[in-house]
């Protein structure tokens, strides 16, 4: 399998899907297409970290797309659209926003 075919998903401490927008999420958990945990992955820019930056930056889907370089798919609650639309356009990201709190729920809903 690619490893470019992982998927992302922004949680928050508690492993539920974070609420706010997907660029900074405090962590993201790494799937392979099975449904299986990969890696539980810090983002450096999110919520809580130290080197947290403003969610509108025009780098903000570079840097995440950096972080995430191994994921073609970001799951999350929110995302604004200009990141979405550079994420698809520049950088060949899949964005899928979904009002799932559970991460296997939230891909298996993608996969369908």
Not at 39 to 52: F, L, Q, S, V, W
Request: charge should be positive.
């Amino acid at each position: 399998m690619n490893t470019k075919d992982n998927i992302a998903v922004a949680v928050n401490k508690n492993t539920k899907l974070w609420p706010g927008h997907f660029g900074i999420s405090p962590y993201y958990y790494i799937y392979d297409r099975d449904r299986n945990l990969i890696e539980k992955r810090i983002n450096p820019h999110g919520a809580g970290h130290t080197n947290h930056s403003h969610h509108d930056d025009d780098n903000q889907p570079k840097m995440i797309k950096e972080i995430l370089n191994d994921c073609d798919v970001f799951i999350g609650k929110r995302m604004g659209e200009k990141s979405k639309q550079k994420l698809a356009e520049k950088l060949g990201v899949t964005t899928i926003l979904t009002k799932e709190t559970d991460p296997i729920k939230a891909i298996e809903e993608y996969l369908k």
